[in-house]
């Protein structure tokens, strides 16, 4: 699961977590193996890691703000798609481009929609 | 205890599902233990199903299957219990090729449930071939509405399912827990007292109960994707007394009297892609 190199610890995260990271929860479980290891340098490997969620990114994001004055962490071997949401998700936090979304649906009566399945 | 009998829905259509589940759970009390007769489908799709094996769960409700039409099937995916391991699941999947088991995620179970997921989704997004961009806007949904059971429902369980239909050319998901819903989640989170069609408006508008302003987005991004990038699919989205029927540029509330889901129910269906999808113009 971890390799050791130097005086770098590698975590593989498809490993350690899967190979497509979703909940935003499951990050405790990558931070607690960053505690644990007494090396500064820590590499997070993204090899065979699929698809990283929007929540899942920013969280990782947080967690390594929170750590970088004990750990300098980086991302390695991100493929395009996770290299993308993490991408538009620090600069996301870093200053927000969109403003919230526009949601103005119409309300409508439950008989009405389901009288919708007979046509 | 009460028996309810499922009425079979009178087409194919999400609204049609959406109105055989509402008649099934209608005045239906609290945690009301209730005898479920399938014996009247003989097709379901997971938005009809999923709830009913989440309630079942978790109120120790009953079902009788053995007069159904659809008894294998329901065996095949591990209706009413689901699988809340990798090891099941994979069991479960040499042994029923084409059919992807209820999934029982548990928060308790870390990166074994993360792992679980992950399965799932891969199950899901193999179903629909080799099409570029198409794991992105799969998963994408999956993972936002999960996460959410994790971080808002105060429950330690969540419930997913999805079903590939080849002759139809789409792909049905749902996600379900029986947690406290949104608007009890903005009233105890944030002191807002809201309507269960008001809350669902404050979801999708980005409204987070989390102080971070770039967090709130998930469920917005994910109907948008459904149904614009995936371009004619079609967005179910229940809590307590209130949905959302969302489809392409057109999006509907609706009350739903008599009838409380204690937690969110969120169906979806996926037109099989017929080129190439890009979800990143929908990244924020």
């Known amino acids: ?119 | 205890m009460r028996k309810i009998i499922i009425l079979k829905p009178r087409n194919d259509s999400l609204v049609a599902q959406l109105e055989s589940l509402y008649k099934t759970f209608i005045n239906a009390k609290f945690k009301e233990n209730l005898n479920f007769d399938l014996s009247l489908l003989d097709w379901v799709c997971p938005l009809l199903i999923l709830p009913v094996s989440a309630y079942i769960n978790n109120t120790q409700s009953n079902c009788e299957i053995n007069n159904s039409s659809i008894k294998s099937y329901l065996e095949r995916i591990s209706f009413p219990e689901g699988v809340d391991s990798i090891s099941l699941f994979q069991q479960r999947i040499q042994k029923h090729k084409s059919f992807i088991p209820i999934s029982v995620l548990r928060k308790e179970a870390g990166a074994s449930r993360e792992r679980l997921e992950a399965l799932f989704a891969e199950r899901i997004y193999e179903t629909l071939g080799n099409v570029s961009g198409a794991q992105n806007a799969v998963c994408y949904p999956i993972a936002e509405l999960v996460t959410n059971i994790f971080e808002h429902s105060k429950k330690d369980v969540g419930f997913i399912f999805g079903q590939f239909y080849p002759t139809k050319s789409y792909l049905d998901i749902c996600i379900v827990d029986c947690g406290r819903g949104f608007a009890a989640t903005y009233k105890e989170e944030k002191g807002l007292k809201l309507s269960d069609i008001d809350a669902i408006v404050e979801a999708m508008r980005g409204n987070s109960v989390k102080p971070e302003k770039e967090r709130g987005y998930g469920i917005w991004t994910s109907k948008r994707i459904i149904c614009d990038v995936l371009r004619g699919g079609g967005f179910i989205l229940i809590s307590g007394s209130a949905g959302l029927v969302a489809e392409t540029k057109k999006e509907r509330l609706v009350s739903l009297p008599n009838f409380n889901w204690q937690g969110v129910i969120a169906a979806y269906r996926i037109p099989r892609p017929s080129g190439s999808l890009d979800i990143s113009q929908f990244l924020e």
Request: aromatic share 4%.
């Open chain 1, 1 to 119: 699961m971890t390799n050791m190199k130097k005086s770098h610890k590698n975590l593989a995260i498809s490993r350690l977590l899967a190979p497509i990271v979703s909940s935003r929860d499951v990050i405790d479980v990558l931070e607690k193996a960053i505690k644990k290891t007494n090396i500064k340098l820590v590499d997070l490997d993204f090899s065979n890691v699929k698809f990283i969620s929007r929540s899942a990114a920013h969280a990782l994001l947080l967690m390594k703000e929170r750590l970088q004055a004990k750990k300098n962490i980086s991302f390695i071997n991100t493929n395009k798609d996770v290299t993308n949401m993490l991408r538009v998700v620090a600069a996301n936090r870093i200053v927000s481009e969109k403003q919230k979304p526009e949601f103005h649906p119409e309300k409508i009566d439950v008989n009405v929609l389901f009288k919708e399945v007979l046509t």
